[in-house]
């Protein structure tokens, strides 16, 4: 089945194709021929995983799926949250990012946080929503080189490790985007 994946985050693409197997044929927006800057303009996570597919399908007219993931910090009033990728402006520069987070939970003992994934799916017209997440702690300090994002400061609860320290496989088994694929793939094999 072909399906566009509303990205062109070649790290979130190589992340999902693992995650879906050879079943299914992911196009990304560049295959499409979109080139535009999906706007983003919601408050939260839901609505603007939905806005993001919406556009692909009434401009496109294929089915598609689009995602929108969050870092909620408990002690930081749930930032960066959905504007996690712009956090520290719009650059969407990751270092910059965990830099600015580490700055304000700097004075926080308490440094629990959670990802948060929701999976807008669009087939033929009719919406789904599919949502992932996983619990864990922002560490004190950058740990690992895999992955992306803030990876290398974000610890899954049950875990001594970074998802940055973790291998693809091991990150996507427990990961919120894993989690919300997983949800996604079971719907779309009872097709």
Avoid at 24 to 39: A, K, V
Avoid at 66 to 89: C, H, I, K, M, Q
Avoid at 144 to 166: I, K, L, Q, S
Wanted: glycine share 8%.
């Amino acid at each position: 089945m072909k399906l566009c994946f509303a990205t062109n985050n070649v790290n979130k693409l190589e992340e999902i194709q693992a995650l879906l197997g050879d079943q299914f044929e992911l196009l990304t927006l560049n295959d499409i021929g979109c080139h535009t800057d999906i706007p983003e303009p919601y408050e939260t996570i839901p609505e603007n995983s939905r806005a993001k597919a919406e556009y692909v399908w009434e401009n496109y007219r294929i089915n598609c799926f689009a995602d929108d993931t969050g870092l909620e910090v408990f002690s930081l009033n749930y930032e960066p949250g959905v504007r996690s990728a712009r956090y520290a402006g719009p650059q969407r520069n990751s270092e910059d990012n965990i830099d600015l987070l580490l700055t304000n939970l700097a004075s926080q003992n308490n440094r629990e946080a959670r990802f948060i994934t929701v999976i807008t799916l669009v087939l033929d017209g009719a919406y789904h929503q599919f949502e992932g997440i996983v619990e864990g702690n922002i560490i004190l300090e950058k740990r690992g080189t895999n992955g992306f994002g803030y990876d290398p400061v974000f610890v899954p609860e049950g875990f001594d490790r970074t998802f940055a320290e973790m291998t693809l496989s091991e990150k996507s088994a427990l990961s919120h985007r894993g989690r919300a694929f997983a949800n996604l793939v079971g719907y779309l094999k009872q097709l």
